[in-house]
């Protein structure tokens, strides 16, 4: 029986659960037997494995995290770690490997390709930075993570005059910020592809305030700085009170939004299709609503979208 190894690599992501789950489903009633690595590369390095039936997928679907949890290694960034995963898989009969993780886990998983393993990714990361997919797995959940944690925080800066900075994650992506700071209506978006002014911002704050405004909502993404040395700034550039918060990993917890769900089920279930037809050293991603597909090497050299255009759509509101 063809033996297909699955592992959750990089950062965990809300959905990771949901796309195990449809794999080992989908898969074992196609005939394949689902070998599920335990910690990403690090368990494949320590041939961590071990096979999945549907019933130990159960009851994960509306977990947060990886029951296969994640690991960062880096033994296997080394061209013999590679090729120490490439000989563990073949070893156990497995040929074929699914790689749910970000932008470093899909060039593992191009490396184990170029050594015969026939790879697939799937776009696992809250960050929304894969190209070549309008969503990543845990990118909505995490969206409603940060815009409840904005909520609670405007009702104290309220009542107290404040302004709340709120650093959220993206080491190089302003996507998490840029989302849910329009979603919840904040004064202003830090993000690390866009140019901004500390003190332009302070000055329009202070106006606001100077109207009548009891609270203002500044969102950094990590990637364009901390709250901790941009909440004092503002504090000296326009008097007004200020208070740093950093969400950290709270955001990449909590139960999988229905979209998160959903989407990770199509995916889990169209790799399996891939696999039937031999189409392989590729990763998956939803655009415009439908499940794609596009080689490692086509994502490593796409552009980077820049969401200019959503950016601006957030400055003509505020
Ligand atoms: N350039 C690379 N070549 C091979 N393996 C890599 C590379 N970059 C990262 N990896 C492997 O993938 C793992 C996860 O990568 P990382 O960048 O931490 O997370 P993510 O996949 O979320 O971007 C790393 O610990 C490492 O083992
Ligand atoms: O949990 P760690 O290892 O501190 O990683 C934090 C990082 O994880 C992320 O949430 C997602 O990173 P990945 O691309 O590795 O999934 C980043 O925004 C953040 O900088």
Known sequence: MKKIGILTSGGDSQGMNSAIRAVVRTGIARGFEIIGIKRGYKGLMEKEFSKLTSRDVGDILYRGGTFLQSARSEEFRTKEGQKKGAYNLKEAGIDTLIVIGGDGS????????????????????????????????????????????IGNLRDTMSSHERVSVIEVMGRSSGDIAIHAGIASGVDAILVPELPWDLKDISRKLKEGFDQGKTHSIVVVAEGAGKAEEIAPLIHEYCGLDTRPTVLGHIQRGGTPSAFDRVFTSQMGHKVIELIENDIHGVALGIEKNEITYHSFEDIFTADTELKADLYQIFKDLI
């Not at 309008?134 to 993570?145: A, E, K, P, Q």
Request: charged share 20%.
């Open 106 to 149: 899909y060039r593992g998983a191009a490396e184990l390709q170029k050594l015969g393993i026939k790879t697939y990714g799937m776009p696992g990361t809250i960050d929304n930075d894969i190209p070549l997919t309008d969503y990543t797995i845990g990118f909505d959940t995490t969206l409603n993570v940060v815009m409840d944690a």
